[in-house]
């Protein structure tokens, strides 16, 4: 995790309990190997001369786990939004009876 974090071995034993925690939680979110296949992902769009664009994620598995993981957030956090304007306006009703 040091290496990774690109810090010493000194500083990563005298990280508290709950940092510590919170770092494994971000890699293991995250596949091996993302930062790099995200840097060359972003260099061969930047250079890339085809007449149709590049799939990433078919050459880049772990930026397709990132993207499906995205997609998920996105579509809760969509489902929570359609539940509260539901709710919002089943409370907003005047009665004028």
Known sequence: MAFNL???MDELYSMSSSE???????????????AEDHRTALL???TYQG??????????????SLH?????KV???KAFLSQLQKKSKSTNKINLD
Do not use: C, H, V
Request: aromatic share 18%.
């Open 75 to 77: 579509n809760k956090a």
């Open 6 to 8: 690109r810090i010493t």
């Open 44 to 46: 061969l769009q930047t």
């Open 68 to 72: 499906e993981d995205n997609e998920n």
């Open 20 to 34: 510590y925690m919170g770092w494994i939680e971000y890699f293991n979110k995250r596949p091996k190997g993302w």
């Open 51 to 64: 007449s149709k664009p590049i799939n990433f994620k078919e050459y880049f598995p772990s930026l397709k």
